[in-house]
């Protein structure tokens, strides 16, 4: 019997691929989730949604898929607040990622972004330890960066999309022009 069932939110499957494993091998029973309105533009989300639907074919892995491009809500909660975007970003698909943990009985749910070594990984984890609170559930931290090269490695093995930003169009500016400037 394994540790329990885990709902990933999921950005992407370059970010998804080692630590599923990681959690497979844990013993827990992984469900990944994808709710990702952030991301810029509708080609690159679609770009993204592909891969992890072909990753999580190949594998097998049970996903649950909140396929909403919701861009200008994203951008109308960011706009003028630019400097904390990714706390509202973070917090917005955490939250969708604890109801659905809730609804479906789940033991736990966790997140990609704490996998990558561009995320502000503490808030990541006081966001998902609040929201496990609020909604009742067990919110597991586990510092998956250091599967980072493993990552890497397993999503060219698999010959994966793999993007050149977060995901949202300030971190595509930030990314392609070096600069922070609003």
């Not at 994808?34 to 989300?45: C, D, F, L, T, V």
């Not at 990984?121 to 250091?146: A, W």
């Amino acid at each position: 019997m394994g540790v329990g069932k885990i709902l990933i939110h999921t950005c992407c499957a370059p970010c998804l691929v080692a630590p599923y494993f990681n959690l497979v091998k844990s013993g827990f029973e992984v469900y990944a989730f994808w709710y990702n309105h952030n991301i810029h533009p509708y080609q690159e989300y679609v770009k993204r949604l592909q891969a992890l639907q072909d990753f999580a074919e190949e594998e097998n892995i049970k996903t649950i898929y909140k396929d909403e491009y919701n861009f200008a809500e994203f951008l109308r909660k960011v706009v003028f607040r630019e400097h904390d975007r990714c706390r509202i970003c973070y917090y917005d698909r955490l939250k969708y990622a604890a109801v659905v943990a809730k609804q479906g009985n789940f033991d736990y749910f966790t997140s990609t972004l704490l996998y990558s070594k561009l995320q502000q990984h503490e808030l990541v984890r006081d966001i998902g330890e609040s929201l496990g609170k609020e909604y009742g559930l067990k919110f597991l931290y586990k510092d998956f960066r250091k599967l980072w090269k493993e990552g890497i490695e397993l999503s060219h093995n698999y010959k994966m999309y793999r993007q050149q930003y977060c995901g949202c169009i300030y971190s595509e500016y930030e990314r392609y022009t070096g600069k922070k400037d609003y």
